[in-house]
């Protein structure tokens, strides 16, 4: 909530400046100007902030469009098996694995993989279902992904739509902490999926330099677990993403200038330059350790 309000205050700011400008005497603009100068002393920082509300934390498929601009191939070896999902008996299991399974679905839908599209599909369903969350798995979205198997844009989308779903089900429900599980299911998968495609660790390498902005959706998706760190569920995969958070915190910055744009197709903001963060090659390895541990072990709850 700080970091909204905060966010919202710049915002204000810009366009009072702004308009500011058109309107007053030179004197008033000075004025405005020292305000607006004040507000800025930590403007990296509020650039972070923005971003957080703008965008909490990435889809699944969003963070596999990554996987697939770099040129990486797919491996089945991957994901989790979906025969899986009926060892999962309690509801942290449940709703953690049910996170994992989006992923793999996603990860699936980008390549194409159709005969596995439908199960995983199944396993999303079942899980849903178990956990009391059946109502956010629209009828009418399965219809339409079991009907445009053959179209990978269509199925990355529907994955999307889906979790945004599932989502907003939670939120509006007060199914928070379950929320919470999903989402980090979803976010650790996703990173092992994307760390265990890249063979090995090159310093320019285009996957590992967009892992390395993930940091600040990062850190989106640990503050948002974290306000619901007081139900015991969430206090074991606070601590795991607690490992993974300081080992972003240790990333090399290169700081340059921070411009903010509009898209001229959509009219959404964006914001470039700011803090550039990367790994360097102990880094990497240490993330892949802490994420492939963490994941297995998701995957092994019964």
């Given at each position: 909530?700080?970091?909204?309000?905060?966010?919202?205050?710049?915002?204000?700011?810009l366009?009072?400046?702004?308009?500011?400008?058109?309107?007053?005497?030179?004197?008033?603009?000075?004025e405005?100007?020292?305000?607006?100068?004040s507000?800025?002393?930590?403007?990296?920082?509020?650039?972070d902030?923005l971003?957080?509300?703008?965008?909490?934390?990435?889809?699944?498929?969003e963070?596999?469009?990554?996987?697939?601009?770099?040129?990486?191939?797919?491996?089945?070896?991957?994901?989790?098996?979906?025969?899986?999902?009926?060892?999962?008996?309690?509801?942290?299991?449940?709703?953690l694995n049910l996170?994992?399974?989006?992923a793999d679905?996603?990860?699936?839908?980008?390549f194409?993989?159709?005969?596995?599209?439908?199960?995983?599909?199944?396993?999303?369903?079942?899980?849903?279902?178990?956990?009391n969350?059946?109502g956010a798995?629209n009828?009418?979205?399965?219809?339409?992904?079991?009907?445009?198997l053959?179209?990978?844009?269509?199925l990355?989308?529907?994955?999307?739509?889906?979790?945004l779903?599932?989502?907003?089900?939670c939120?509006?429900?007060?199914?928070h902490?379950?929320n919470?599980?999903?989402?980090s299911?979803?976010?650790?998968?996703?990173?092992?999926?994307a760390?265990?495609?890249?063979?090995?660790?090159?310093?320019?390498?285009p996957?590992?330099?967009q892992?390395?902005?993930?940091?600040?959706?990062?850190?989106?998706?640990?503050?948002y677990?974290?306000?619901y760190?007081?139900?015991?569920?969430?206090?074991?995969?606070?601590?795991e993403?607690?490992?993974?958070?300081?080992?972003?915190?240790?990333?090399?910055?290169?700081?340059s200038?921070?411009?903010?744009?509009?898209?001229?197709?959509?009219?959404?903001?964006i914001?470039?330059?700011?803090?550039?963060?990367?790994?360097?090659k102990?880094?990497?390895?240490?993330l892949?350790?802490?994420?492939?541990?963490?994941?297995n072990?998701?995957?092994?709850?019964?």
């Amino acid at each position: 909530m700080k970091n909204i309000k905060y966010s919202i205050l710049l915002l204000c700011t810009l366009i009072l400046f702004s308009c500011t400008q058109k309107k007053t005497s030179n004197e008033q603009q000075d004025e405005a100007k020292a305000t607006f100068d004040s507000l800025m002393q930590d403007t990296s920082d509020i650039f972070d902030n923005l971003q957080v509300v703008m965008h909490r934390f990435p889809t699944p498929g969003e963070m596999f469009g990554v996987i697939k601009e770099g040129g990486l191939q797919y491996y089945d070896n991957l994901i989790n098996d979906y025969k899986k999902s009926d060892n999962y008996l309690n509801t942290k299991a449940q709703a953690l694995n049910l996170g994992v399974y989006i992923a793999d679905f996603a990860y699936i839908a980008l390549f194409g993989r159709q005969n596995e599209t439908v199960v995983y599909l199944e396993a999303i369903e079942d899980l849903g279902e178990k956990i009391n969350i059946s109502g956010a798995i629209n009828e009418s979205l399965v219809k339409r992904i079991k009907s445009n198997l053959g179209n990978v844009d269509s199925l990355v989308n529907f994955s999307d739509e889906a979790y945004l779903d599932m989502f907003s089900y939670c939120e509006n429900n007060n199914m928070h902490p379950i929320n919470a599980l999903i989402s980090s299911g979803a976010y650790i998968e996703g990173l092992y999926i994307a760390l265990n495609s890249i063979d090995k660790y090159s310093e320019n390498d285009p996957v590992l330099e967009q892992l390395a902005q993930q940091r600040f959706t990062f850190k989106n998706l640990l503050a948002y677990v974290s306000d619901y760190r007081s139900d015991k569920i969430l206090t074991d995969i606070i601590i795991e993403l607690e490992k993974i958070n300081s080992i972003f915190n240790s990333l090399e910055v290169e700081k340059s200038v921070s411009k903010v744009s509009s898209s001229k197709t959509d009219n959404k903001l964006i914001i470039g330059g700011g803090k550039k963060y990367k790994f360097n090659k102990k880094q990497f390895k240490e993330l892949k350790t802490v994420t492939n541990k963490i994941r297995n072990s998701i995957t092994n709850l019964s």
